[in-house]
């Protein structure tokens, strides 16, 4: 426990903001979408069929970045499981309040005879934000803008 706090304090202030705004949202996120029907999350999530740009500043490349790694760490020291969805929904609200566009991506695949997998990422620009890990054995369903 001493080391986990000991680190903490020697990352620099703006990241360790960044992780405790990314945990507080993924958490509200989190029970949003356990206590509400996913059609009513789907409907606010963006513009459905439309992708943002693939080429943006490298400026906003670097602040999707950082924001991939505040999501990677909430989800390492999360005491309960995070969703895909979740963390491509919290990554997506976090750049739209920096003024930046991304794509959050939804997914099936099939495994087994009779069983079907969903997973969520996000893309901004040419940045995999989240769910780069499994998005390779995922076909596009549906996306949001």
């Known amino acids: 426990m001493q080391t986990i706090l000991t680190r903490f304090f020697k990352v620099e202030y703006s990241e360790r903001n960044r992780f405790?705004?990314?945990?507080f949202t993924t958490t509200i996120f989190s029970l949003l979408l356990a206590f509400t029907?996913?059609?009513f999350v789907l409907k606010r999530i963006?513009?459905?069929g439309v992708e943002s740009?693939?080429?943006?500043?490298?400026?906003?490349r670097i602040i999707a970045g950082r924001?991939?790694?505040?999501?990677?760490?909430?989800?390492?020291?999360?005491?309960w499981r995070i969703t895909c969805f979740a963390k491509g929904i919290?990554?997506?609200?976090l750049l739209k309040r920096k003024g930046i566009?991304?794509?959050l991506y939804l997914g099936i695949s099939k495994e087994g005879v009779n069983k079907l997998t969903a997973h969520a990422w996000l893309r901004c620009g040419?940045?995999?934000?989240?769910?780069?890990?499994e998005m390779q054995r995922f076909t596009k369903i549906v996306f949001f803008s």
């Open 20 to 23: 405790f705004v990314a945990y």
């Open 37 to 39: 029907p996913k059609r």
């Open 126 to 133: 040419s940045v995999i934000v989240t769910g780069k890990e």
């Open 67 to 79: 924001v991939a790694k505040s999501i990677r760490r909430t989800t390492r020291y999360s005491p």
């Open 53 to 60: 740009p693939s080429d943006i500043p490298e400026e906003n």
């Open 46 to 48: 963006g513009l459905q």
């Open 101 to 103: 566009a991304s794509t």
């Open 90 to 93: 919290t990554a997506k609200y």
